[in-house]
């Protein structure tokens, strides 16, 4: 992976092309963090349009971990990536924890966005969709306190958390499950009121509950599991 930092007048762009390397991206976001204090820069870009390769989900929220240790203190974070390949999940992460960074498939789109440095309005983050939350609401007792629950563009839901403190981890974040609902499930959920979504998400426990069967957070080999609920 080939880096290259141009500091700008009003903000600092950083290109990345060949091939991505998550270790190397990470260890890369945390020398900007160094190097933007230093200097007292504001507003920071990633253009990853460059890049090769896909991220799994895991990699992804793992990115928005180190956006907030280490890039909390900019104004402004701006990332550039194919259409295609956008979740948003490292966005969701870092805005959930405050910090102002959003992706873009067009690099004058982010560039206009960086320089209007407006606050974040509401929570900044995804929220999750009341038949997506009630899910959440049901399940969570079953992972660490520290978990983290997005919701992607298509409506499936990504569950991991922090490892890289835990023996036996490979790698900063667990294998990521990812649940999926069918429409069936979806449609119930989301005509039901509060009292009755409940009651249909905890049905749904003993399914997730099996699809869970021999999950290994800590797997070399990242390959997320589904689970499909309905």
């Keep these: 992976m080939h880096v290259r930092v141009v500091r700008l007048l009003d903000y600092v762009d950083v290109e990345l092309t060949g091939q991505l390397d998550i270790p190397q991206f990470i260890d890369l976001i945390d020398k900007l963090g160094t190097v933007t204090r230093e200097h007292g820069d504001q507003r920071l870009l990633f253009d990853l349009l460059g890049l090769e ?3 799994h989900v895991a990699g992804q929220m793992q990115v928005g971990e180190q956006f907030v240790q280490s890039l909390s203190h ?3 974070i701006a990332s550039v990536a194919p259409a295609e390949k956008i979740t948003r999940a490292s966005e969701n992460v870092a805005r959930d924890q405050g910090v102002r960074m959003k992706v873009f498939d067009s690099k004058d789109a982010a560039i206009r966005w960086l320089r209007a440095a407006g606050p974040l309005t509401g929570t900044g983050a995804m929220e999750l969709e009341p ?3 009630a899910i959440w609401d049901v399940v969570r007792h079953l992972f660490p306190k520290h978990a983290q629950a997005i919701q992607l563009p298509n409506g499936t839901l ?3 958390w922090a490892v890289q403190h835990e023996a036996g981890a490979h790698r900063e974040m667990a294998t990521p499950i990812t649940i999926r609902l069918e429409a069936d499930l979806l449609a119930r959920l989301a005509q039901a009121d509060v009292e009755e979504r409940k009651k249909i998400a905890a049905e749904q426990e003993a399914v997730f509950r099996a699809g ?3 999950y290994d957070p800590f797997a070399a080999m990242p390959s997320a599991r589904v689970i499909v609920l309905g």
């Design 53 to 55: 390769g896909d991220v």
């Design 74 to 76: 900019l104004t402004s």
């Design 131 to 133: 038949a997506q939350a």
């Design 158 to 160: 990504a569950i991991s």
């Design 212 to 214: 869970l069967m021999g």
